[in-house]
């Protein structure tokens, strides 16, 4: 998985990278370059099959989080796009809005603070970014339908898809709100459109401020995969040495750090689950769409494992933690075999029975 972060000038999002990456520094520049780190999905499942296997090697699932500078509607256009160009490959997006204020810290860019404003601006420079794509794609199949040509039939349906989205993004529509059939919906795939991602609105607010009646009249505002984060405190507890650090967690009353509270939301706006492979070789988790089934995970491993797909092994990861193991799930009649069409459940321990 991959996470582009943006945000407002002084958002603070360069330091909620830092927070959940264990990056330092001041992350990407003004030219546009973007920070890139890599970080394992904290997982107990994986820890506990882990423990009672002894495996040669763990594999955690990984995303991948993307820092660039901020961007605001005070910034060169051709900037602008640069700047969001390198998210373009990221599955989803963090938009880190600023809700504090601080001596310490540079004024908001438009003097106040206002996280609907905010997330308003966020918007409109992702559909403007979008809009040049399509305007250039518009022209270009325009040019292409006056010839005759072996692909004039698709360039037509083509061309009536980009003119539709044409429209709504003038109209100040995300892609990600409209309605589309499979089949446009693959063809979309290849522009990487940045409104059509999912987006986790991450409401950064002094620490004080966390439990706050303010901050959660903000996040219902804000609406669905929104929460509430102080980046600036979650950095400093990511620097503390590992024993020290669930001490200021728990002093915050927030549980757990930010890199794991950041990576299920973003599990959960894009839509993603895991399944386990457990053996002695290898322990690992394998990250999936919601929906997916069992052949798409055979896939995920091998191609071959699913061009030769018999069937699927399956545990749920409940029966095997309260039957306290694999052996233990079998002999009590837990493990069920699937077909290709089975889908996936989040936590499940797959064995799948090929032969090419």
Known sequence: MRVGIVGLPYSGKSTLFAAITGAHGTGSDRSGAAQVATIAVPDERIDKLAQLIQPKKITYAHVDF??????????????????????????????????????????????????????????????????????????????????????????????LLMQRLQKALESGELIHTLSMTSEESFLLRTFQFLSEKPMLKVLNVHEDALHGPETAAMLEKLGANSIAICARAEKDIAELDPSERQEFLDALK????????????????????????????????????????????????????????????VIAYKDFDECGGLKEAKAQGKQRLEGKEYVVQDGDILNIRFKV
């Not at 810290?105 to 996280?115: E, G, I, S």
């Not at 308003?120 to 970014?129: F, G, T």
């Open 66 to 159: 993307v820092d660039v500078a901020g961007v605001g509607s005070e910034m060169e256009r051709e900037q602008v796009l640069s700047t969001l160009s390198a998210l373009r490959e990221s599955d989803g997006l963090v938009h880190v809005i600023r809700f504090f204020d601080s001596p310490s810290a540079p004024p908001h860019p438009r003097k106040t603070l206002d996280p609907v404003r905010d997330v308003k601006e966020m918007e409109a420079e992702l559909i403007v970014a979008d809009l040049a794509i399509v305007e250039s794609r518009v022209e270009k199949l325009e040019k292409q339908i006056s010839k005759f040509t072996a692909t004039l039939e698709k360039d037509k349906k083509e061309l």
């Open 254 to 313: 927030i549980g757990e750090p930010a890199a794991r509270r950041i990576i299920r939301s973003c599990y959960d706006a894009l839509g993603l689950r895991s399944f386990i492979t457990a053996g002695e070789p290898d322990v690992r988790a394998w990250t999936i769409r919601v929906g997916d089934n069992a052949l798409t995970a055979a896939g995920k491993i091998h191609s071959d494992i699913a061009r030769g797909f018999i069937r699927a092994e």
